[in-house]
T-cell receptor, first 116, second 116 residues
């Protein structure tokens, strides 16, 4: 079955450490996205990529970095510069970055990051 | 600029009774509107989508939403709640100027509780 796989499901890190969250899709989608979810806050876009080797900042990119070396993979690194990294992180993909009506988002099951 | 307001952070209904989750939006353009559902510790799943074709939209699992331009609303309904409907629901707006998923605005979510 096609889908989006995020790993690990839970991640614990000490403050000051960088951490990388994995996202892999086998849907053959061109576009991929990273969202951050905090309780009662909805989803906020961190980064997105519409093609290999290209990505764009979203609304809250500070303290995060991404890469898109392969179509299937879009890892997110949470750096020590991110002031409040504890959150639920969701990866998503869509066929392309065109009409969101014709190209809805498909989500992974998320990674819950706790930084102490 | 666009925005979306989910009028209730929590809604509690008894199993077998109707469900109403309220969503108001603002958009400078003709919007596309979506409802997504999120079960605990999972990603989001598309319930239904609207874009100018028909004002009453049918989705999965018996959910419907009606677009009312005069009221700038896109409320989600279901005639009879089931225990499996307990989840977080997100109303999402996309303005047609950008169109892509990078232009989506998520509401803060409504937590639906189903009482046995």
């Amino acid at each position: 079955d096609g889908g989006i796989t995020q790993s690990p499901k839970y991640l614990f890190r000490k403050e000051g450490q960088n951490v990388t969250l994995s996202c892999e899709q086998n849907l053959n989608h061109d576009a991929m996205y990273w969202y951050r979810q905090d309780p009662g806050q909805g989803l906020r876009l961190i980064y997105y990529s519409q093609i290999v080797n290209d990505f764009q900042k979203g609304d809250i990119a500070e303290g995060y970095s991404v890469s898109r070396e392969k179509k299937e993979s879009f890892p997110l690194t949470v750096t020590s510069a991110q002031k409040n990294p504890t959150a639920f992180y969701l990866c998503a993909s869509s066929i392309d970055l065109g009409s969101s009506y014709n190209s809805p988002l498909y989500f992974g099951n998320g990674t819950r990051l706790t930084v102490t | 600029a666009q925005s979306v307001t989910q009028l209730d952070s929590h809604v509690s209904v008894s199993e077998g009774t109707p469900v109403l989750l309220r969503c108001n939006y603002s958009s400078s353009y003709s919007p596309s509107l979506f409802w997504y559902v999120q079960h605990p510790n999972k990603g989001l799943q598309l319930l239904l989508k609207y874009t100018s074709a028909a004002t009453l939209v049918k989705g999965i699992n018996g959910f419907e939403a009606e677009f009312k331009k005069s009221e700038t609303s896109f409320h989600l309904t279901k005639p009879s709640a089931h225990m499996s409907d307990a989840a977080e629901y997100f109303c999402v707006v996309s303005d047609s100027s950008g169109g892509g998923a990078d232009g989506l605005t998520f509401g803060k979510g409504t937590h639906l509780i189903i009482q046995p």
